[in-house]
């Protein structure tokens, strides 16, 4: 049976086992005598900020925990928790190969390797993320954005004769999505009082909200130009140039780090780092990684990068798959996008309603009545509560997938969202 595959980056951990995909940003939060993790830790960080920690995966060690943190001694006892965490939620694999990024200490990794050992499952690959997903482009050289909790790595990764290989890891402290979204949500709070005179950051809980609200709005303006925000009854409307300024610092260290960029050469951003508002003004050669590449990239190297009853090797240079994910038009990529190696079917990459085709997005594309299209390893789904939509004119069932040509509608005579693919 095929080992699972972990994606270690502390802003979205991402597993993959057999038809389960989990997503856990790196978030602990003290829970009685145990510790929450992931999605449901990071909504309460602004409600009960002393029993939350984001730094553990960042700041690997077995130094003391400063402050304390029930039975955790040190970081690493975080990380192990947060593991077996994952393992339990997953299935409980066997065996699992590991991609994480070049940010991470040698020390770190042995430290991390020895955490594995402790755990009830058995590592049997380790790879850089970067050189993985790097090695779905062919040619040239290339730079991989990716943003964690606490700062931003640019990695510079070079192909030739057929294999991607490793050059440098530069960290961009101050950078990091904690820091990114404090900046956002300080022009968003801004713009709640001008326009209504409420402060959302009055009160733990509607600030708590705020963040809750910010992913959203985020993928509404990678679309449109301007989005509106609901908080506590109160409603405030901003636009994508209210929160270019947000991410200024991060353009201009990555522009540093990478130097004056050369036309054949490539950008490559996390998903993550493509929902910030004048990202790809700032880099015209952006390429917006599909949420799925690690994954895809993992399953075509595995062969190559499993090594059983053997000591693992942290793999930096990696054949290239030439997949070319995205073909420019003109200066600017579109989003990268791959379909999962098994599909035989073209894949729905946008959504149509009326006269307008919107991209889709795999964390989720709001749709009428409090229902989403959201994707996972087994297609695209429908997520909600509200009434059940109907889907080619009969009901929805929960565990059906939509493929291109599937009609999605909430009301009879409403209008119709049709599932299309969008060809470069």
């Known amino acids: 049976m095929s080992p699972a595959l972990l994606d270690i980056n502390d802003s979205n951990l991402q597993l993959w086992h057999g038809d389960t995909h989990l997503q856990s940003p790196g978030y602990a939060m003290l829970e009685g005598g145990g510790y929450q993790f992931g999605q449901a830790a990071r909504e309460a960080a602004r409600l ?3 029993e939350v920690n984001t730094r553990y995966w960042w700041q690997l060690s077995t130094e003391a925990l400063q402050p304390a943190m029930g039975a955790a001694r040190h970081t690493a006892d975080l990380v192990h928790a947060h593991l077996q965490a994952l393992h339990r939620e997953g299935g409980q694999p066997g065996e699992i190969l590991l991609a994480v990024s070049g940010s991470m200490q040698r020390d770190q990794l042995s430290l991390l390797l020895g955490i594995v050992q402790q755990c009830p499952f058995d590592a049997v690959g380790l790879v850089n993320r970067s050189v993985a997903l790097g090695s779905l482009y062919g040619g040239g050289r290339m730079f991989h954005l990716e943003i964690q909790l606490h700062q931003s790595v640019i990695s510079e990764l070079r192909a030739h004769s057929g294999t991607v290989d490793l050059g440098r890891t530069v960290p961009l402290p101050g950078c990091g999505l904690l820091q990114l979204q404090e900046r956002l949500v300080e022009r968003i709070a801004t713009a709640f009082i001008r326009q209504t005179r409420f402060d959302p950051r009055r009160k733990a809980v509607t600030e708590q909200a705020l963040y809750d609200a910010l992913p959203g709005a985020l993928r509404t303006l990678s679309t449109d130009t301007e989005t509106s925000l609901d908080v506590n009854g109160y409603r405030a409307r901003v636009s994508a140039s209210d929160l270019r300024e947000a991410g200024q610092p991060l353009f201009d260290s990555a522009q540093e780090a990478m130097g004056v960029l050369r036309p054949d050469d490539r950008l490559l951003a996390d998903p993550l780092a493509g929902l910030l508002p004048g990202l790809s003004d700032r880099f015209p050669l952006l390429d917006v990684l599909h949420p799925l590449a690690v994954r895809d990239a993992l399953k075509h190297h595995q062969e190559r990068l499993v090594e059983r009853e053997q000591a693992l090797s942290f793999v ?7 997949l070319q994910l995205a073909p420019r038009t003109g200066a600017l990529a579109e989003s990268a996008a791959i379909a999962p190696a098994e599909a035989t079917e073209p894949e729905p990459t946008h959504i149509l309603r ?10 989720g594309t709001a749709l009428d009545g409090g229902w989403e299209l959201v994707r996972d390893t087994g297609g695209w789904r ?8 109907l889907v080619n004119g009969t009901g929805y069932d929960k565990d059906q997938r939509l493929a291109c040509g599937d009609r999605v509608h909430f009301a009879p005579g409403g209008e119709e969202a049709v599932l299309i693919e969008v060809r470069e």
């Open 48 to 50: 009960r900020p002393r």
């Open 316 to 322: 930096t240079s990696l054949p290239c798959l030439e």
């Open 354 to 363: 009326g006269a307008r085709a919107e991209r889709l997005d795999a964390a």
């Open 382 to 389: 429908l997520s909600g509560d509200g009434p059940a939509p």
